[in-house]
């Protein structure tokens, strides 16, 4: 076992980051598109270490695809790939991750796509 084991422990972590900075975020959740960027702006200098909380949560999602390629990659060197039913569940997953980050932070036009730009 080396440390390319551990990028599944840092997904997890990765996740927990996500979702906990995404709750706080969403608090302060505005959805007219016209006090959008007031609501960034008030989440930045208004709310306690908002600025931190949006930092981590736009930062913790690059972090999380670097862990879950590194895991993949991990998978790929030392030939996991020869379980089909895991590699399959995985790949699975992987699509998954990849959809919902689409329709959720790459599609919207709205308030939720000001957060991490």
């Given at each position: 076992i080396s440390s390319w084991w551990n990028f599944g422990?840092?997904?997890g972590l990765c996740?927990?980051?996500q979702i906990l900075t995404?709750?706080?975020l969403a608090m302060h959740y505005t959805s007219d598109t016209a006090t959008a960027f007031s609501s960034v702006a008030h989440i930045c200098r208004d709310v306690n270490y908002g600025w931190l909380i949006r930092y981590m949560h736009a930062n913790g999602a690059s972090m999380f695809f670097i862990?879950?390629?590194l895991h993949v990659g991990r998978g790929v060197y030392y030939g996991s790939y020869n379980m089909?039913?895991?590699w399959n569940m995985g790949i699975v997953l992987l699509f998954a991750v990849m959809a919902t980050a689409f329709?959720?932070?790459v599609l919207p036009w709205g308030q939720m796509s000001f957060?991490?730009?």
């Open positions: 422990s840092l997904l996740l927990i980051i995404g709750l706080f862990c879950l390629f089909i039913e895991t329709m959720g932070y957060w991490g730009a």
